[in-house]
């Protein structure tokens, strides 16, 4: 188990991550198969106006000093993938939201439908 502090952190840090957020969609945008818009975080718009080849220098210059002024928590990138089950920070597989152990130990058990232990 991770300890209460390091999971404290990481809820903290998800709670700065405001570029995770999407557009609501409707039941019939759904259907159409419409991707939601992703809604753009203050941070990604100053990097934007720093990559963007059509800003001028002193656009180029301010963006760098208001992102230099915010928070670096708010960075998408200081955000630890944890397993849900035992909060391990390491072998995290994407797929399932576990760590390897977990995987392991939830696949003898039966509660991953589909997986194949492998052999050759």
């Given at each position: 188990m991770a300890r209460a502090a390091t999971e404290a952190r990481e809820k903290r840090l998800q709670k700065l991550q405001i570029g995770k957020?999407?557009?609501s969609i409707d039941h019939k945008q759904?259907?159409?198969?419409?991707?939601?818009?992703?809604?753009q975080s203050p941070r990604e718009k100053l990097k934007q106006i720093?990559?963007?080849s059509d800003s001028s220098s002193e656009e180029v210059m301010t963006a760098v000093?208001?992102?230099n002024k915010r928070s670096v928590d708010e960075s998408p990138?200081?955000?630890r993938r944890r397993c849900n089950s035992c909060g391990r920070p390491r072998g995290v597989?994407?797929?399932f939201g576990l760590c390897r152990a977990c995987i392991?130990?939830?696949f003898v058990k039966?509660?991953?439908?589909?997986?194949v232990k492998s052999s050759w």
């Open positions: 957020m999407y557009s759904k259907q159409a198969n419409i991707r939601p818009v992703r809604i720093i990559k963007s000093e208001s992102l990138i200081r955000l597989y994407r797929r392991r130990k939830f039966g509660f991953l439908p589909g997986l």
